[in-house]
């Protein structure tokens, strides 16, 4: 079983890398399903779902990551441009703050541009 784990997450992330961010969703939401605690996966996944504009579930898995890593600055830092890309600035900069704070990068502080 685990090795069909594996092999779906090397799947989903030729898939991310090739763009095909469809297809790294379908090959890495079954891997998440099965391991919830994998953050690095579940990151990944948020990406792709980020980089598709689905922008929902990116969210909602971003969230998961800062509950279980609230250490991860990039999750903070996606979680930051996907609210924004909803319009909701003002939540979108609390985890821009968070981000600033965990890498000493004060140019995180600034919005996203799409």
């Known amino acids: 079983m685990e090795d069909m784990r594996a092999l779906s997450y090397g799947l989903g992330r030729q898939y991310f890398e090739d763009r095909d961010y469809r297809g790294a969703i379908r090959a890495l939401r079954p891997v998440v399903d099965e391991t919830p605690d994998d ?3 579940r990151l990944l996944l948020a990406r792709a779902y980020y980089h598709a504009a689905l922008l929902k579930p990116a969210e909602e898995h971003l969230l998961e990551v800062v509950e279980r890593e609230p250490t991860e600055y ?8 996907t609210l ?6 003002d939540e ?3 985890h821009r703050r968070i981000a600033a704070a965990l890498t000493g990068d004060d140019e995180l502080l600034e919005p996203h541009t799409i």
């Open 92 to 94: 979108a900069t609390k």
């Open 84 to 89: 924004e890309r909803q319009s909701r600035r």
């Open 39 to 41: 953050v690095g996966t």
């Open 74 to 81: 990039y999750a903070h830092l996606m979680l930051a441009r």
